[in-house]
């Protein structure tokens, strides 16, 4: 399993976020930690380093020269991973890695051999109320719009088979919109209930408008490309 962290000016959260990645995996899994820097200005990849320096070798730095978005950092993260297993979380803290095995066993143990996408949800948000807010219009219209059967679409902390996302179209802030795509490629999403804690370290990057207006304008975008999706077409190789 690879677990992807996209971090920007993050470099308060990185040891403490490490640690709590290698208690939760080490000895279970084979796995690796990517850390994305997607342009810090800080000290987050040298954060970075110095906690692959404390006893996690499993940890690797890729870095964005310039600041691209928390989905291109996904993205990135994605397309370097070496295991075909995809675990996303949040770089602030607020996710608890101790949920990643609860989402790995619902994805590996799934009865339907379409499930390629399992969802944290938050059921309890440890956020401001204008946060809390945003999020619940923002998965309401997201829901009533697009159908997707998922409580809570803004989750960073996601299990994901690698190949599926390979073959999706890519745009700024489709990881707002990953359970839809997943439904647009033919494949079957579940939610499972995880942690949420208050963020203890650094600043948050989003607010009203690039959480809520931002994410309504892209629906119809992703609204599209439902439409417009090919019909999945069955390939046999003539032996």
Not at 84 to 105: E, F, M, S, V, Y
Request: hydrophobic share 40%.
């Amino acid at each position: 399993m690879s677990v992807v962290i996209p971090v920007c000016n993050e470099q308060d959260n990185v040891l403490p976020l490490a640690r709590e990645i290698h208690a939760a995996l080490e000895g279970r899994y084979r796995y690796e930690t990517i850390f994305v820097d997607d342009g810090s200005t800080d000290g987050t990849a040298e954060a970075v380093r110095a906690a692959r320096r404390a006893g996690m070798p499993e940890i690797r730095l890729i870095r964005h020269s310039v600041r691209s978005g928390q989905s291109a950092a996904v993205a990135t993260g994605v397309r370097e991973a070496r295991a075909p297993w995809i675990a996303t979380l949040d770089g602030d803290g607020q996710n608890d890695p101790g949920d990643i095995p609860n989402l790995l066993d619902a994805a590996r143990t799934a009865a339907s051999p379409r499930l390629r996408l399992v969802m944290g949800n938050r059921t309890t948000r440890r956020d401001t109320w204008l946060r809390r807010l945003s999020s619940r219009v923002a998965n309401g219209v997201r829901g009533w719009m697009l159908k997707d059967g998922t409580p809570d679409t803004g989750c960073g902390i996601k299990v994901f088979d690698r190949a599926v996302f390979m073959d999706m179209p890519r745009f700024n802030h489709m990881h707002r919109f990953m359970p839809a795509l997943y439904q647009r490629e033919g494949y079957e999403v579940v939610s499972v209930p995880v942690n949420h804690r208050e963020r203890t370290r650094g600043k948050s990057k989003y607010g009203l408008h690039n959480r809520l207006w931002v994410g309504i304008v892209d629906l119809f975008g992703v609204m599209w490309l439902i439409r417009r999706a090919s019909p999945r077409i069955r390939i046999d190789e003539d032996a």
